[in-house]
């Protein structure tokens, strides 16, 4: 197979016309500007772009189909689903301040350069290579885009889930860990909240008549930390505690805030009886226990290892080394591995992701894009 000369250049540019246009999940306006630009891009290579309103506050959508490459009997059937997301943890004004597009030797910075704006593009720019040279895929290739991932995909997760379940296999554009590695299992991911409600009182006067709601959340946050366990990948995090009014009032309402990474569904099952199995340790305190998992874990099963490997031998004959692993961030491929092998981290490389030191790797840029489109040929 002769590999198609791809031009670093013209993909960094369009990557960086798609940074430039800033996108946080919370901003609607913004969310549009950056769909009317895939949008454009995508039908000026032929594709076709359906636009799936949004919901409950939150931006649209984008479904892609190319099926021009496919068989026509194939067209209707099993293909492979590409996902990405258009949105970024990022707020508006950070590409104007703290976080500027740039380059400096093999790295490129900007607000979503490497999660995943950066890994959208390679989508793109591999099936735009693949109508340029007429080249042939045995399935149909479909692309959504969806706005609200950095926030949970409460308003996507529909359209995820109904796409897998048409999909042989997914690929996912999140980026590359750890120097290049895809991702072929992940953690599953809750949260949860607990609130306290105990009794007020004056600190000074009647203390005596109070249930501190407070010290009843200190108990609990005791409880929840020890129920990390690394020997078994799984791990409680307590990050938001607020409660109280004012320092001479004995509090009457407190609430923690914690997240949970488990490895298994069936280690998942059991801390969350666990946790909403929780007691208050002062009697005349009432604990109400809200959350539960908002992103299944997935393990890397015999069909995401036959996936890998297929992967893995086509990295090998463009020139690197692809290897894997499972980690315990969470992604919209959370969501499809139920449905259908995935593969994760297909996009670029980089680091500093969620931070004002974002950026990708440039190097990666052309192998990167020419390992999905070597999947997108080959995959039956």
Known sequence: ???????????????????????????????ARMADKVTADY???????ERI????????????????????????????????????????????????????GDRAYGPGAED????????????????REGRKTNLPVRHLLVSDEEVGSGTSR?????????????????????????????????????????????????????????????HQILALEAMTDYARDLTVNVGLVTGGTRINVVPDMAQVHFDVRFPSPAIGEEILARIRGL??????????????????GYEKTPGIAALFEHARKLAADIGFDLQDLKTGGGSDGNFTAAF???????????????????????????????????LMETLK
């Open 1 to 31: 197979m002769v590999l198609p000369n791809l031009s670093t250049d013209e993909i960094l540019d369009g990557i960086r016309q798609w940074i430039e246009i800033e996108s946080p999940s919370d901003d609607v306006a913004a969310l």
């Open 43 to 49: 039908e000026a290579i032929g594709a076709l772009v």
């Open 53 to 104: 309103p949004g919901r409950d506050g939150f931006g649209e959508h984008l479904l892609v189909t190319d099926n021009r490459h496919c068989p026509p009997e194939a067209v209707q059937g099993p293909g492979i689903l590409l996902l990405s997301h258009m949105d970024t943890v990022h707020p508006m004004g950070t590409l104007a301040g703290p976080l500027p597009f740039r380059i400096e």
């Open 116 to 131: 995943m704006k950066g890994g959208t593009y390679l989508a793109l720019a591999a099936l735009r290579q693949l109508a």
């Open 158 to 218: 529909e359209h995820i889930e109904r796409e897998a379940q048409r999909a042989k296999y997914v690929l996912v554009t999140e980026p590359a860990r750890s120097g290049g590695k895809i991702v072929t299992a992940r953690k599953g991911m809750a949260d949860f909240t607990i609130t306290a409600h105990g009794e007020a009182a004056h600190a000074g006067v009647e203390h005596h008549l109070g249930q501190n709601a407070i010290r009843e959340i200190a």
């Open 279 to 296: 007691q208050p340790h002062n009697p005349k305190v009432r604990l109400t226990i809200e959350g539960g998992i908002n992103r299944p």
């Open 340 to 374: 259908a092998p995935t593969l994760d981290g297909l996009g670029v490389d980089g680091d500093g992701g969620h931070t004002l030191e974002e950026r990708l790797y440039i190097s990666s840029i052309v192998p990167r894009t020419l390992l999905l489109m070597r």
